[in-house]
């Protein structure tokens, strides 16, 4: 290469950390580098916080792949339900059913499972571990100045266990009966008895059993998030100094550890009535020509525990993207967030509502409608948090000199989002029109947009944004602007048309619509859905080819900070090692975003604050 | 082969990406990265307005297309006494979160586009401003209460259960894979106990035969009602969860083993109405819903059209297994009189069925009756004492 890169004699950062960082000895201790010496320790059962991060990314997008394969295959079927689809027989095998005259069409069960596996996948492996997991990894310790996790080995774990978790739901795909397909919240009965479906055997057990161990991995990874945030701050980054992403991953690490649990124990006594014969979930059942034994339990019981996490979890799934959108829109519009403190509130307040409104998913579940009054209220209260935060987002915009890359393009592509897809959650929250629209498309246009598309777009802006950190390289901008432009128009094009499939009543989980007159004459609708979502997908592709591209490919990183930002993972070295900092710590004297302040572009944490000067804008 | 040229393809496609990739790379070099840089901020600034105006077209030009299928316009009125509140607290609703959505999205793409990165315009340093974030933290405080107000009013008025000293008709919808069950209470207005371990093929929803109440039951099988008469339908399950699902009257509560629920509805207008009203011509004599003018079978331009064919349905929207999709009940709506006529066309189920047989308790001799009448008495009496508890 003609611009060869010639290396400063000593990086300016360095110096600030060198005159102003405090010596923890670190590198005393390290010699040799223990935790990286050979390739499986530092690729495969790597304790460093950044291969982990890697870990959980690549994994991640592995079975985002998979999740919208599926949800392509049940796309092809809702859209054109009379089409020969022999074609795909070579890989769902007997889930293809061809008739005499060699039209093959999709089993519902396996339609089902599909479902069932899409929601589990996207939910759990992509938009919970692959999202956070990532950046609650690759972020926590760079940006609050710690050499790694409180507990590294801990660490390595999490990912472990969200592996083997991964392993096994990818296992039960293959079963004979086939995977689980009572839907991703797996109500009772459906799921505790074999009988009532062929999913509900073993590919029920090991959907238990894949979640179990990832609700493992999930408190290993948060216990440590939340450990690190507390302890290893390093000097001068106060909770006030946090960039808004730890917040973020701090809450949400909160979040998660008080809410898996609740959803073991609800998989736990669900197991007890699968195999033990207990009777928690079950009573009075007549199925397969024979009335059971199990009396006086409650399915409703169970829907309970299990929203009990699954209302927090949409929150576990959003908040990293709320945090990572907060920093990327502020860095790239080159002006500090608006309203650091009421984001931070904010979050708060969506975090303790979160734990007070899981009932609203069971309006029509046939829980006494007067307490129904007390979830419309808190859920409703929802709202007003979330309109500040995006409030505070457009008031970021104003007055910036935005630079357009696709980070930026998608931090603003997920404000766009989260204000659809938040806006009709002011109907479903409002228990009287939830009767007419509650399990109908409108509910799948709301989640979609608000949590999947949504949280997909901060996930984006994200990878986009600390790409450079991660493995030294940039991404193609080019193909990131057409990947932007292609999801966001195909992700509308996809879930807008719900809403009116919802208004109309169509209910979701449905393999065919021809049954009933009143929801079979949006064929129209739902061809151009599937093409919208099969393009969409195809930009996706896009993204992959360009990551894996870019790993090794892409334009070198020249210099350590290339987004002129202010916090402190952007201080360490371009090749960053174990440790993070070669040197000393360094000691942070700001708030996070001091951007075009007092005429310069940009004042780094790390950067004494001047006498006539405030350390803190908030 | 198939595969191989699958996979040639996207090996191809692939490359194609890169190239495309190196060669903008190569050009922004050429350009000098600064110039280049403004130049896309320039065109991507141009891309937020053109992406907003095309977005809000297109949700404005998609409502209209679709306002059929939206309650409350076109067709899809409510065909029930509670319907209506819903759908008033739906365009509520509508009205506000559609202004917050044209005036947010509408700031954020200009906003985007107007402070686009150029030469010798500098970003401000604005951190917060505490006055403004109150004005906007109170302003969908406000509405949200205006909101809540509305929403409980209407939810405690819909979801209220029967007075018993009111008039209304009971009947039950019983859901099992992949169906309804339907049962009426006969002349005697009551429904009779059930019990599950009585289920058989010859008695399928397990009523307890030494329960008189059930002797004139009977299983219809599509749902029949009068116009303008409560309706209190009491919902179970005989298996898993299902939801008792009736779209155009706004009704829908999950039928829940073990639990029997409620759902209280009065119905407005008759099938027949309805029908007509679908087929209704505007001021001009022009179809109002042209699409409820079609051929109801596509294949046959001469079958009377579509909305001469027009039902009521009931569905399921609960999860409930491979034929969930399938479980429809045709719903009729009748005058007084013709629902007089067809109650007294049914048959009840005891009588057709039962009567007389091994299963009958009544069948043998006088003196064996009492006792089997007191021994399942007691069971009969749990299920009715339990039968009003809807939720914990």
Known sequence: ??????????????????????????????????????????????????MIAKQFLITGMFWAIIGALMSLVFRLQLGFPEENMAWLKPVLGKWITVNDAGIGSLAPEFYYALVTMHGTILVFFVLTAGLSGTFSNLLIPLQIGARDMASPFMNMLSYWFFFLAGVIMFFSLFLNTGPFSGGWTAYPPLSALPQASTGSGAGMTLWVVSLVFFVVSVLLGGINYITTVLNMRTKGMSMW??????????????????????????????????????????????????????VGGSPVLYQHLFWFLGHPEVYIIILPAMGIVSEVLSVHARKPIFGYKAMVYSILAIAFLSFIVWAHHMFMSGVNPFISNFFVIFTLIIAVPSAVKVFNWIATLYGGSIRFNAASLFAIGFVSMFISGGLTGIFLGNSAIDIQLHDTYFVVAHFHIVM???????????????????????????????????????????FWPMHY????????????????????????????????????????????????????????????????????????????????????????????????????????????VGDDEKPDSH | MTAILVTLCIILISIIVVQIGKVTELASKMRGEEEAELRSNRTQGGYQILFLIVFLGATIWSSIYYKDSMLWYGPNESASAHGGSIDYIFNITLFFTGIVFVVTQVLLFYFAYSYRARRGHKAKFVSHNNKLELVWTAIPAVVMTFLVVGGLDAWNEVMADVDPNEEYIEIEGTGYQFAWHLRYPGPDG???????????????????????KNHDDFHPSEIVLPVDKKVRVRITSRDVLHNFYLPHFRVKMDAVPGMPTYFVFTPTITTEEYRQKLGALDANGQPKYPEWHEPSDPEDPESPPKYEQFDFELACAELCGSGHYSMRRGVRIVSEAEYENWLSQQQSYYEA????????????????????????????????????????
């Open chain 1, 452 to 494: 999947g598309v949504a949280a997909f777009f901060g996930m984006f802006a994200g990878i986009y944004n600390w790409f450079p950190k991660m493995f030294g390289r940039f991404m193609n901008e080019t193909l990131g602007k057409i990947h932007f432009w292609g999801t966001i128009v195909g992700a509308y094009a996809v």
């Open chain 1, 241 to 294: 100094r946090m960039p808004l992403t730890i917040w973020a991953f701090f809450i949400t690490a909160i979040i998660g550890l008080l809410s898996f649990p609740v959803l073991v124990s609800a998989f736990l006594l669900v197991t007890f009535d699968r195999s033990l014969g207990t009777s928690f979930f079950l009573s009075e059942i007549f199925i397969g020509g024979q009335a059971l034994d199990h």
């Open chain 1, 1 to 50: 290469m003609a611009n060869v890169v010639t290396k400063p004699q000593v990086h300016e950062d360095d110096l600030l950390i060198e005159e102003y960082g405090y010596d923890d000895h670190f590198h005393d201790h390290h010699h040799g580098d223990k935790y990286q010496s050979n390739f499986i320790t530092t690729y495969i059962f790597s304790q460093d916080h950044k």
């Open chain 2, 353 to 392: 069925t039962i009567k007389g047989t091994e299963a009958d308790p009544f069948a043998e001799a006088v003196s064996q009756e009492e006792g089997s009448e007191e021994e399942t008495g007691m069971s009969e009496e749990l299920i009715i004492e339990g039968e009003p508890a809807v939720g914990e």
């Open chain 2, 190 to 212: 009551q429904l009779g106990a059930r019990d599950y371990k009585m289920i058989s093929a010859k008695n399928p929803l397990g009523q307890v035969w030494s329960d008189e």
């Open chain 1, 501 to 608: 499939l919802g208004m109309a009543g169509v209910p979701r989980r449905y393999y065919r619509f021809d049954s009933f007159e009143a929801f079979g004459t949006f064929e129209a609708m739902n061809q151009f859905i599937t093409v919208a979502a099969i393009l969409t997908f195809g930009f996706q592709l896009l993204f992959v080819i360009n990551f894996f591209y870019s790993i090794w490919k892409g334009k070198k990183m020249t210099n350590r900070n290339p987004w002129n930002a202010t916090t402190l993972e952007w201080t360490t070295p371009i090749d960053t090692g174990h440790g993070n900092w070669p040197g000393k710590l360094p000691t942070v004297q700001r708030w996070a975003y001091d951007y075009s302040k007092d005429g310069k572009e940009y004042i780094p944490q790390i950067q004494p």
